[in-house]
């Protein structure tokens, strides 16, 4: 999938207050938990309610300072956000990240990322009921 939409590819596991950082990308290769207090204050409820973001560039003033540095720390310039849902819980975030520039997201590129992240939720939650 990171081949097909040419961006860095990360799965971020919400637990509170932080969040896990499942990283696909070439560049982070490594598992680690990331405290981000801005996104637990401003963007939960957000994904919690299954909406998806589409940010081109993070210095063009959609997002809180704090974030912005977050997203800086990684070097990433744009990302496209969409919640991985179990029911009506969120369970964690699929998120394709572009370094280095900005980028226009497209909509077939967003549709795909939910499509793959509702089968994401899915999957999850038959594995957890399995392994119950």
């Known amino acids: 999938m990171r081949q097909t939409l040419q961006a860095e590819m990360s799965a971020f596991k919400v637990r509170f207050p932080s969040l896990m950082f499942l990283s696909i990308s070439l560049r982070f290769q490594d598992s680690i938990s990331i405290g981000d207090p801005c996104f637990q204050d401003?963007?939960?409820q957000y994904y919690r309610e299954g909406r998806t973001r589409a940010i081109d560039d993070i210095?063009?003033?959609v997002l809180a300072p704090c974030?912005?540095?977050l997203l800086a720390r990684f070097e990433v310039r744009a990302n496209l956000v969409v919640p991985i849902l179990q029911r009506e819980t969120l369970w964690g975030l699929l998120i394709a990240h572009q370094c280095g520039q900005p980028r226009h997201w497209q909509q077939i590129e967003m549709?795909?990322?939910k499509r793959i992240a509702i089968q994401l939720g899915i999957a999850i939650e038959r594995a957890e009921?399995?392994?119950?």
Do not use: A, E, T
């Open 42 to 44: 401003q963007y939960v």
């Open 67 to 69: 974030h912005i540095d």
């Open 129 to 132: 009921l399995y392994s119950k």
């Open 111 to 113: 549709g795909l990322l």
């Open 59 to 61: 210095h063009q003033g």
